[in-house]
């Protein structure tokens, strides 16, 4: 079992900048990738940037060179930086991680949310 804290949310002008993050606790050996999606009201949850174990990343396309993700692996945690913010940006973000290798399992966090005004 892992347990997922997220962190970090809350109410910024457009062309501001926010962190969140994303504590694990629990199994955390067993931690394959650690992921940031995010879901706007009356849309679909998205993709918005995952880290792996090894490091690598991947971030959706209209993300990309605006937000970051990195990790600390001493702290179990995951950042997610978000700069130059826009209105369209506005979405409860959620932390998903998942473990294991052949059988692979997701726990998700409560979210947090992040408002962009204009």
């Known amino acids: 079992q892992v347990q997922v804290v997220e962190s970090g949310g809350g109410l910024v002008q457009a062309g501001g900048s926010l962190r969140l993050s994303c504590a694990a606790s629990g199994s955390t050996f067993s931690i394959n990738s650690i992921g940031w999606y995010r879901q706007a009201p009356g849309k679909q949850r998205e993709l918005v940037a995952v880290i792996s174990s090894g490091g690598s990343t991947t971030y959706a396309g209209s993300m990309r060179g605006r937000f970051t993700i990195s990790r600390d692996n001493d702290k179990n945690t995951v950042y997610l930086q978000m700069n130059s913010l826009k209105p369209e940006d506005t979405a409860l973000y959620y932390c998903?991680?998942?473990?294991?290798?052949?059988?692979?399992?997701?726990?998700w966090g409560q979210g947090t949310q992040v408002t962009v005004s204009s």
């Open positions: 998903k991680i998942r473990t294991g290798i052949s059988a692979l399992q997701d726990y």
